[in-house]
């Protein structure tokens, strides 16, 4: 390095000013002044080594530290790393399980079960007489009670779920199933890489459109142990398609002792289906239909706290909690917590009023109308208007059917549903269509539409 570079180099970094003269700047003012220091230290530090690393590369071009520049880069560091919080947004994508939006937004009594839970709970002990107990025997009974299925089993997902299982009941050995089964969820959750990473043998019959039961009977034999079933989740086959039924499969493995095992992933529990519904396969279809096992998550239709729920023959289900494994994949109290609470609506309460997920699910479209026109009026932004729209569950249930509903189209594009997501406190969350921003109605409560229709007007300000 010459001495050039090196003069060059100390000057520049004695010309940076100091923490405290960066964070302390005026036009910061608006920003959480802890994460202006702690941010202007980061931007600091870094620019000091992008000036060594070039003084050491024998670059002459310094970095700019004109302070205008010095504060715009501060201040977007300070808002990308207050984006990044775990924090409440407001979905008006009209998907109503996001999984970017932390898929089921929970029912008020889970809520308030999480906040009393916080602190030292009830967990693993029996308050009656201190003795240890089941982390989860109170939802299980709960499951046990609302299902008809002799035992239940929690874990902290389905994925965890379905892993469990099939090390549990069948490392080691064959699992049978049909190829137009082999769905990749999402996150890498895919049926082939499951199977391995669980040890099983996987054995693929029929064809990508059609699987007799012939074909699973063919493959049967000793080493076989499980026939198992996927729901196809987030996509339809249509037209030249057949599978068995579950009750098929279950008189098929019955006959040769062999268990079924149903991953149901949504999991429907409410007796009174909603319309929107009525193609998804509920639990206490699978159940009747005999499925020896059958697992769900806990944050997709149920509309509860993440986690992954297992039902079934009490042999098979203490078989599954037995593995070591149980012990990583068990949830936490809070999870625990807000599941007996959202468990406690399907038995006691009013599951399609109470749980926000139903509800928004349940909506018609006089309700949904009258949401986008109240938020239409509220606002009243030049150029919207309110559109019939569509919809989506979300999540893999009901894939290829759009809900119809109703939406608030602002004029903009992808620059106005950024401002909506960066200045909306709390942000909003829209959909871009070729034609304007549209925020549907399916997912905005009727009670939050004052905070709504705040957070738009300060976000578009
Ligand atoms: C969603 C889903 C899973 C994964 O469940 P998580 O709770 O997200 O872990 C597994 N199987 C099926 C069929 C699913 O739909």
Known sequence: MDTTNQTDLAALLRGLPSVDQLARDESLADLPARVVVREARRVLEGLRDAARRQA???????????????????????QSSLARRHRRVINA??????????RAPLAAAARAAIQEAAGYAVVEVDPRDGAR???????????????????????????????LVLRALAEGREVVVSRGELVEIGGGFRMPDVMAEAGCRMVEVGTTNRTHLRDYERVLRAET?????????????????????????????????????????????????PAALSEEPSVRESLAAGASLVSFSGDKLLGGPQCGIVL????????????PLYRAFRCDKLALAALEATLAIYRDGDPLAEIPTLRAIARGAAELTAIATRLHDRLGIAGSRVCA???????????????????????????????LRCGG??????????????LDARTLADEDLDEVARSIARALA
């Open 389 to 419: 729209s569509e919809s989506f569950v979300g999540s893999g249930a009901n894939p290829a059917r759009a809900l119809p509903s109703s939406a608030l189209v602002l004029p903009g594009g992808a620059r106005t549903a950024e401002r």
């Open 56 to 78: 050491a590369s024998g670059g002459s071009a310094a970095p700019s530290f004109a302070r205008p520049a010095l504060l715009a880069r501060l201040r977007e560091a300070v």
């Open 133 to 163: 107990n089941q982390r989860e025997s109170a939802v299980a009974a709960l499951l046990v009670e609302l299902s008809s299925a002799p035992a239940a089993l929690v874990v902290n997902n389905n994925a965890a779920a379905v892993n």
């Open 312 to 323: 079934g023959e009490r042999a098979l289900v203490e078989r599954v909690r037995a593995h």
């Open 93 to 102: 994508t009209g998907i109503v399980l996001h999984t970017g939006l932390g």
């Open 225 to 273: 142990a499980m026939l198992l079933k996927v729901h196809p989740s987030n996509f339809r086959v249509l037209g030249f398609h057949a599978v068995p039924s579950l009750a098929e499969l279950v008189a098929l493995g019955r006959a040769r002792g062999v268990p079924t095992f149903d991953d149901l992933g949504s999991g429907l529990l409410v007796a009174d289906v």
């Open 425 to 438: 406190e709390p942000p909003v969350c829209a959909r871009v269509a070729d034609d304007g921003v549209w």
